[in-house]
Nanobody, 118 residues
Framework: QVQLVESGGGLVQPGGSLKLSCAAS????????MGWYRQAPGKQRDLVAT???????RYADSVKGRFTISSDNAKNTVYLQMNSLKPEDTAVYYC????????????WGQGTQVTVSS
């Protein structure tokens, strides 16, 4: 079993910053890709950013230059530093990992709410 625990969400004013964390635990042999996705009310879940085990990153155009994804492979943890937050960043943020256990599977976190409002 693999468990993902997210933290760091909350309410922030426009222009503010938040840092999300997602720690994976369980019978994990390795993690190939870690990422963050978000889902606003009434909308589909979209990719925010991903990072490979080798450190290659990818970002949605809407967050480039404002968000930074990073990871600590030794701790099986992925982070999302979010700066210059806008009201349109309001969503539930989910982490996802592609992990090798007895097979290769995607695992999702439970989600953490980020609200950007004055």
């Amino acid at each position: 079993q693999v468990q993902l625990v997210e933290s760091g969400g909350g309410l922030v004013q426009p222009g503010g910053s938040l840092k999300l964390s997602c720690a994976a635990s369980g019978s994990i042999f390795s993690i190939n890709v870690m990422g963050w996705y978000r889902q606003a009310p009434g909308k589909q879940r979209d990719l925010v950013a991903t990072i490979t085990r080798a450190g290659v990153t990818r970002y949605a155009d809407s967050v480039k230059g404002r968000f930074t994804i990073s990871s600590d492979n030794a701790k099986n943890t992925v982070y999302l530093q979010m700066n210059s937050l806008k009201p349109e960043d309001t969503a539930v943020y989910y982490c996802k990992i592609l992990a090798v256990t007895t097979s290769i599977m995607n695992y999702w976190g439970q989600g953490t709410q980020v609200t950007v409002s004055s």
